[in-house]
């Protein structure tokens, strides 16, 4: 009995002194003080370091920096090959593409007080060192100014050089230093292929910079301009393009420049797949004469189209015919009064060229195919006889 109380009591003060010396060595490591802190940190950042030195490391991705060429070898590696190209074709084109936003003239109601409002924003891009810069139309359409802001964040107030409603084109100028100009690289839109990538970059909803990417859907669509006259020969594509992209580059896999982002094809407002661009030829015929006269420098017969109420007639009946213009020198008539006063109907225009007209957009088209001051054979009907003349085109710039 006596040896079974010795053997509780040993054991009793075992059992606090082992919890005694415990809490002596714990008050060691939790010293409150500065000192004691510190000498804790640096322990426990030793028995970390030596316990990671044991299991193997995972470096963590760098981000991509701006200038790709700069990156280091490793960290392009984090990309695959088609990423990469995307990320440099976007890199060395978006400097070139700007943002736009228009002003227009608005009255008070209450003041009857005469004052700029917000009109529209959309996309644009250098066209040359001299700061002009190609948009749509429809973008600076009733603007009483326009602001251009650049890549670089700084925005100008852009002059509007020339505009052409038909082709939904425009240019504007901005004064900078050439310093701040990249000029896009244009490329061609005649050996273009259904299937081929694409990309877009535009300020979609005042979103600037943004990049979107597809393929060329279709070729060869026709679509309505701003004037009523069909532009021949859009691009279709499914890269997205919504409001805010009109007047942006689209651009082939090389990245230049094939076509600018006109319209959109959506039942909503917003993209559906199926978006359309002027092609970069067309443009490259349009933009000088924009530059040069402020509008297109286009041939032209010099007539005004009729049309009589409740009669169908197959070709253009001529209205009037312009003084001294190109029509009334071969002889063509309008709708003119006898002695009696009666009306007499026009002459009927069937042909240009031997391609047959119905209205003037057909006119317009078929006489995209002559330069100002050629000789083109036009087929007409009057007073129920078809007979020809040949006549001079004139000019939409007068000298």
Not at 169 to 181: F, H, I, R, T
Not at 248 to 277: E, H, K
Not at 308 to 331: C, F, H, L
Request: charged fraction near 20%; glycine fraction near 10%.
């Amino acid at each position: 009995m006596k040896q079974t109380l010795i053997i509780l009591l040993l054991g009793g003060l075992a059992f606090f002194g082992g919890r005694y010396l415990g809490s002596q060595q714990s008050s060691e490591v939790t010293d409150p003080s500065p000192a004691g802190l510190a000498e804790a940190g640096g322990e426990a950042s030793k028995k970390e370091t030596s316990t990671q030195a044991a299991k193997p490391t995972r470096s963590l991705p760098t981000l991509p920096t701006r200038d790709l060429r700069a990156m280091p070898e490793d960290t392009q590696g984090q990309y695959t090959p088609q990423e990469l190209h995307t990320i440099r074709l976007f890199e060395r084109a978006s400097p070139s593409v700007c943002y736009i936003s228009t002003l227009r003239l608005q009255r008070d109601f209450f003041s009857f007080d005469v004052m700029e409002v917000p009109s529209g924003t959309g996309s644009g891009f250098i066209w040359d060192e001299e700061g002009h810069i190609i948009t749509n139309y429809h973008v600076i359409r009733d603007a009483s100014k326009a602001l251009v802001t650049l890549s670089t964040g700084s925005s100008y107030e852009a002059k509007i050089v020339g505009i052409a409603p038909e082709k939904d084109l425009a240019v504007l100028k901005v004064d900078v230093s050439m310093d701040d100009v990249v000029k896009i690289p244009l490329g061609n839109s005649y050996d273009l292929r259904v299937g081929q990538s694409v990309y877009a970059i535009g300020n979609p909803f005042g979103l600037d910079q943004t990049l979107t990417t597809g393929i060329i859907s279709a070729l060869d669509r026709e679509i309505n301009s701003q004037a009523g006259v069909p532009i021949q020969g859009a691009v279709q594509t499914d890269a997205a393009i919504n409001p805010g992209n009109s007047g942006g580059p689209l651009l082939d896999s090389r990245g230049l420049l094939i076509g600018v982002n006109t319209a959109i094809y959506s039942p909503s407002g917003a993209s559906a797949g199926i978006g359309f661009s002027i092609p970069v030829d067309e443009v490259k015929l349009v933009v000088p004469d924009l530059i040069a006269y402020g509008q297109v420098r286009r041939p032209t017969l010099g007539v005004e189209e009729y049309r009589p109420y409740r009669r169908r007639v197959d070709g253009v009946i001529i209205k009037n015919v312009e003084d001294s213009g190109a029509a009334a020198e071969a002889g063509l008539r309008g709708i003119r009064r006898d002695q009696y006063g009666n009306y007499l109907m026009g002459d009927v225009i069937k042909s240009i060229g031997g391609e047959p007209v119905n209205s003037m957009a057909d006119i317009y088209l078929e006489l995209e195919n002559y330069e100002p001051n050629d000789l083109v054979v036009v087929e007409f009907e009057r007073e129920g006889r078809v007979y020809e003349a040949e006549v001079r085109l004139g000019s939409s710039v007068r000298d």
